[in-house]
């Protein structure tokens, strides 16, 4: 997965706005002004999204690659280079892609 894939899917979705508010690096999307996506833009190595409490428990017992949210409230999910794929949750469907 790219950044441009995953860019491009965040900004199909409805409302969806995105903007740079902690540095000019870190990109973050939002619904209703809220952040359910964050990611770097230099280093696209893993993407940290929001996602119901329960459901992610159920995504990092699944799959490796998941794991809870850097620097967030753990009721995320980040997905990167740990194993080499990504998983479903919520926003995003299924996904079996490297990134």
């Known amino acids: 997965m790219t950044l441009e894939y995953l860019r491009d899917y965040c ?13 000019a690096t870190t990109l973050c999307f939002r619904v209703g002004g809220k952040i359910f996506a964050i990611m770097d833009m230099e280093v696209f190595e ?3 999204l929001k996602c119901d409490p329960e459901r992610a428990i159920e995504l990092r017992e699944r799959y490796a690659g998941i794991t809870p949210g ?30």
């Open 11 to 23: 900004l199909s979705l409805p409302g969806v706005t995105e903007d740079t508010p902690f540095d």
């Open 46 to 48: 893993y993407a940290n």
């Open 70 to 99: 850097y620097h967030m409230n753990k009721k995320t999910l980040e997905f990167g280079k740990h194993e080499g794929k990504c998983a479903g949750f919520p926003y995003f469907g299924t996904c079996e892609t490297q990134l």
